[in-house]
């Protein structure tokens, strides 16, 4: 849980929040190295999200729009 909204959606405060506490609980495993996050919500399109990643050694990929379904095998763990 990242916090409240007043939609019950997710927005780029929301977004900001969740890469930071994402951020918190993979670092130490990625050990320096680049962690790669793949998604497709617009809230992770924001200025400060993507500078929060660019600082933190985050690459984000995002899938285009209406293809997950096609992109699904993509779905994997690496580690």
Do not use: M
Request: a positive charge.
């Amino acid at each position: 849980r990242i916090g409240p909204s007043v939609k019950e959606w997710t927005n780029d405060a929301i977004g900001l929040e969740w890469i930071k506490k994402s951020d918190k609980n993979t670092s130490a495993k990625a050990n320096g190295r680049y962690q790669l996050l793949v998604d497709e919500h617009n809230s992770h399109y924001t200025r400060g999200f993507l500078e929060y990643a660019r600082t933190h050694k985050i690459l984000v990929l995002c899938y285009p729009a209406h293809t997950t379904h096609v992109l699904q095998e993509l779905d994997v763990v690496i580690s």
